[in-house]
């Protein structure tokens, strides 16, 4: 039910394309529980941690995460996890998070453990139209199993199926108005990949400039697929 | 005004602000001249280009931005440049809202054929099979006949498809027709032009209502 | 045979990783007749005109080139089709060139005509290790004859398959000597991915600067996949 | 200095400057120390850069600047930042040269599992999958037995599989082993080690040559 209010929302929004500043509240009265997020970051870095923080205040729960881990017990998606609110998650890795395979072990939380490189892919295909990945990865592995294997010029390949989400929640550096990002360092990681894959995309970031203030040469990504702004939560 | 102008004219009504647009080349692209007041659309290029403003004059030009045509063109502020990997995904993944094409063959369909004559013309489909494929509206923007007078609206299009079933709205010289599951409905006739005058220019079925309207442009 | 030749002068070749900067003679080298080769640029913007006017003067024949299409006659991969050189080309466009139609239609030209989409997507897939690509452009046309298509939660795709090719000729704007590279405007276009999808990658820049001068967070080709440098053909 | 120590550098004694080179969290990351003189390999850190640096300490460190085990770190001259795309484009199409990683278990086949306990541990794989499947050539470092005494270099792995026949070089603390399609051929046994020890600590099938070379590094 949760996605049918989230989508009935969104159509009645009013889109803005050139201040795409909001405050938090506002990027926030779209998440419900039920729903499912990606959130940017890698082991904590490069996630947005202000947008975590207020996900876990307003309490919502259900929620299905796509990313590359579930991050720390006190940092990252482990904030969301400690707090119950995440029943299903597709990440590469969740060892440094002691507490999501407690509640994977007590059937709490169903985690599907995606090789990184695929997770990326199948984001990437969600994003942009694409029906699946077919790697080599995890061929003759377990993971391997109940998927479709394709021999393509005599090689053989899984098939991956793409995924998408409602809500992506993203971390850039800087940011313009109209929503272009450039990331720093190796902050960018699932961030621009995911900005392609959801049907609402909110970027916390460092810093909004005016349009024109970046060199549009170097920007990372395009503001098209930028809806909301949400800036600060730099304790950075 | 030309017969181009009029049609890129009546295309630009269909567009909202701060849509994603992709113009093809030719009439289509006219149609950015066109846009209504309160109206400023992001267009997009797929050879890499979003926010792409005017053509340059050679003169003028930075050599490194260009549109799908080859022309010099400028950037407009809040605009973005990537490489091709990106354009098409994109295109292809549906963040183009709106994509205006040209066309050889245009059906009720929603089929549309402009990307080779066989044995006469091979130009190639460039970007336009992405683009009609991925664009969330695609509309066609043609002159109702051809240099022969035939009809470009066709029951069935007899040359080689760019894409099935993508096309939303055609918009001729004659007409704006919609394609629904129920075939082609007629929404509006240009100024002049009788329902018995469109039946007979339209080798497709067409559904007209009785109160169809009169295009508001002269 | 001509690939035998070539990958036995790429085994012996003594890498270089500190300064990739190469007279364009030691490029050419590699370059032999029978070689299938990928071409960056956009209707001639983004091409590394030096190369291919250096291909024409060594005059190597039976190429393979792999490229978004084949320029105009006077201008990029127009010039070495004029001169015949090209005997097969995968490319989603020839309109702007009308010497390529005339060979087509002469038979003395192979045209695979590819939709751009797809084409980026097979070079993307031949330099990342990916079967092929799962798409839903050009079902219900000619280009989907002979081609698999498969069912994927309900929906169809064309599975379309990788490409790569013994050279890539890419042109960038800005290089640093370990070949990290930087584009300008829409020049990028087909560089970037080409970049991953041949045994040998060179490129052809305005301009070269030392290790380190150049912002680590807004390059956009990783040097590592640059194998040679060469500097100039800037008549710009 | 310790077995840890003593694997990661006959490790590096494979490595070729120039090389762009993964090294796995744990054990594979010391390698780095004990690169002979005038090899530099360039580093690549799944997480998205090369030319990897050294750790740094938490107070004077870019934030925004971290390796796949999330500690910090700095980029050296010549390095690169990119997203987890690129990162994997790079990893699956061949463009690493060498991965170093540690083992729960690897066989003669050349199979290596390193993810999952079930029942008891499941971290994930992480990018180890796609770096095992797409690295040119991939060398296992890790201790010959584990902490029950009982050997990690078996005829078939029990656990979960990584990948399937990838390994190339097994690295341990008793001696050096490449994977052939004729099965483990022993190179090199560490200083001390006996062939007959070697086979006594070890489940799988070794092939050894009368020459096999005592490993040069005291």
């Known amino acids: 039910m949760a996605p049918a209010t989230f989508y009935k929302k969104l159509e009645n929004r009013v889109k ?29 870095h490069g996630t947005p941690e202000l947008l975590i923080d207020k996900l876990v205040e307003k309490g919502v729960r259900d929620l299905t995460v ?41 059937g709490k939380l169903e985690v599907n453990l995606v090789p990184q490189g695929t997770l990326v892919e199948r984001i990437r295909c969600g994003g942009s139209g694409l ?14 199993e109940g998927k479709e294997i394709l021999v393509i010029d005599g090689k053989e390949y899984l098939l991956d199926k793409p995924l998408r989400a409602q809500i992506a929640f993203l971390k850039a550096h800087k940011a313009d108005k109209a929503g ?20 609402l995309v909110v970027a916390q970031v460092d810093e909004v400039v005016e349009v ?25 | 005004m030309s017969t181009k102008d009029r049609i890129a004219r009546r295309v630009a009504l269909e567009l909202h602000d701060g849509d994603v647009v992709n113009l093809g080349i030719g009439l289509p692209t006219l149609v950015s001249n066109y846009l209504p007041p309160g109206v400023e659309v992001i267009l997009q290029s797929e050879n890499g280009m979003l926010n792409m403003g005017q053509v ?46 040209g066309a050889l063959e245009v059906d009720q369909e929603g089929n549309l054929a402009n990307w080779v004559i ?39 299009c007899s040359l080689p498809l760019t894409a099935q079933q993508k ?29 018995q005058a469109l039946k007979e220019a339209t080798e497709a079925d067409l559904i007209m209502h009785e109160d169809v309207l009169v295009q508001a442009l002269a």
Chains 1, 3 share one sequence.
């Open chain 2, 56 to 101: 340059v004059p050679e003169d003028q030009a930075d050599p490194d931005i260009t549109n799908a045509g080859a022309k010099f063109v400028s950037i407009l502020p809040g605009g973005c440049f990537f490489d091709s990997t990106m354009s098409f995904c994109i295109i292809r993944g549906g963040h183009v809202d709106v994509t205006v094409l």
């Open chain 1, 66 to 106: 796509i990313a590359n881990d579930t991050g720390m017990p006190d940092k990252g998606i482990g904030k969301l996890v400690g707090k119950g609110q995440v029943r299903s998650c597709y990440v590469s890795h969740i060892g440094t998070n002691p507490e999501t395979g407690r509640l994977l072990n007590s």
């Open chain 1, 180 to 199: 272009n990002l450039q990331y720093r360092g190796t902050s960018a990681n699932f961030n621009p990949v995911m900005a392609l894959a959801a049907d």
């Open chain 2, 118 to 156: 066989p044995g006469q013309m091979v130009p190639g489909m460039g970007g336009a099979m992405d683009l009609v494929t991925g664009a969330k509206k695609v509309i066609v923007a043609t002159e109702h006949v051809n240099k022969n007078g035939k009809s470009k609206v066709l029951k069935r």
């Open chain 1, 131 to 144: 029906g699946g990945v077919l790697t080599p990865t995890g061929l003759g592995t377990g993971i391997a």
């Open chain 2, 167 to 195: 096309v939303n709205l055609i918009v001729t010289d004659l007409a704006v027709m919609e394609v629904t599951p129920q075939g082609l409905v007629v929404k509006e006739l240009a100024p002049g032009v009788t329902p």
């Open chain 1, 16 to 44: 803005k394309t050139r201040d795409k500043v909001v405050p938090v509240e506002e990027a926030m009265s779209f998440a419900e529980s039920g729903l499912t997020l990606m959130i940017g970051g890698f082991l904590a």
């Open chain 1, 212 to 236: 024109g203030e970046i060199d549009p040469n170097l920007l990372h990504t395009p503001g098209i697929l930028v809806d909301m702004l949400v800036v600060g939560g730099g304790e950075r």
